[in-house]
């Protein structure tokens, strides 16, 4: 049961442009929500996160938006620069009952060009 | 300030090896986390241990794998007689307390012949 999902695993944009990445979540009791980017042979490194008190983060180029109700989140990245081609990973957390462990998605690729 | 450290950055065994994984976390941290990621997916929670406890091994599977996070030293994960399937890449993550960020290690990429 997937419980995180990212329905794009892929994700092409022009420098300079906005990136916007998707993220789907279906357990209601996630209480805290993450954005990882991942180069390849590395771990991934946290990018922003966002309570689910809250249904706007921002910092720097990076914005993530949750809607609790749609059970949607999205990360969006402006400008876009060629440095932001990584895999993005969406991350959720079930802080009651589930201790800190996090749920991945499954990841979509950013090929940000020239 | 050291991240989070893993080793080996590789390893390769063959069928019915041990493989053991070290994880060092960033200073000052006391919560560790292990995830493997498979070919193709997302990371998949495994464990998560306090010093000397461990706190949830529901992601472990039942046989051959083990943690421990010792009082002094690395955090350890232990794979006995490996098979195929457990050929992926294994991330460490540590946090300083059990409600903040998740930091990564650059993880062990596990190859069993």
């Known amino acids: 049961d997937q419980q995180v999902k990212q329905n794009s695993p892929s994700l092409s944009v022009q420098e300079g442009r906005i990136s916007i990445l998707n993220c789907d979540y279906t357990?209601?009791?996630?209480?805290?929500f993450l954005w990882y980017k991942k180069y390849p042979a590395e771990g991934p490194t946290f990018l922003i996160s966002?309570?689910?008190?809250?249904d706007k983060n921002e910092d720097g180029r990076f914005t993530v938006f949750l809607n609790k109700s749609a059970k949607h989140l999205s990360l969006h990245i402006v400008p876009s620069q060629p440095g932001d081609s990584a895999v993005y990973f969406c991350?959720?957390?079930?802080?009651?009952?589930?201790?800190?462990?996090?749920?991945f998605g499954t990841g979509t690729q950013l090929k940000v060009e020239l | 300030n050291a991240g989070v450290m893993q080793n080996p950055r590789h390893l390769v065994r063959r069928r019915g090896q041990e493989a053991r994984l070290r994880c060092s976390p960033m200073?000052?941290?006391?919560?560790v986390y292990w995830y493997r990621q498979l070919p193709e997916e997302g990371l998949k929670f495994m464990v998560y241990?306090?010093?000397?406890?461990?706190?949830?091994e529901s992601g472990m599977p039942k046989e051959r794998f083990s943690a421990e996070f010792p009082k002094e030293g690395p955090s350890i994960l232990r794979i006995q007689q490996v098979v195929r399937g457990d050929s992926a890449a294994y991330f460490c993550?540590?946090?300083?307390?059990?409600?903040?960020?998740?930091?990564f290690g650059p993880g062990t990429r596990l190859l069993v012949l």
């Open positions: 993550a540590s946090s300083p307390t059990k409600v903040e960020t998740q930091y």
């Open positions: 357990n209601s009791m996630f209480d805290y």
């Open positions: 966002i309570s689910s008190i809250k």
């Open positions: 991350a959720a957390r079930k802080l009651t009952g589930g201790g800190n462990k996090l749920t």
């Open positions: 200073k000052g941290h006391s919560h």
């Open positions: 241990l306090q010093k000397e406890n461990i706190i949830d």
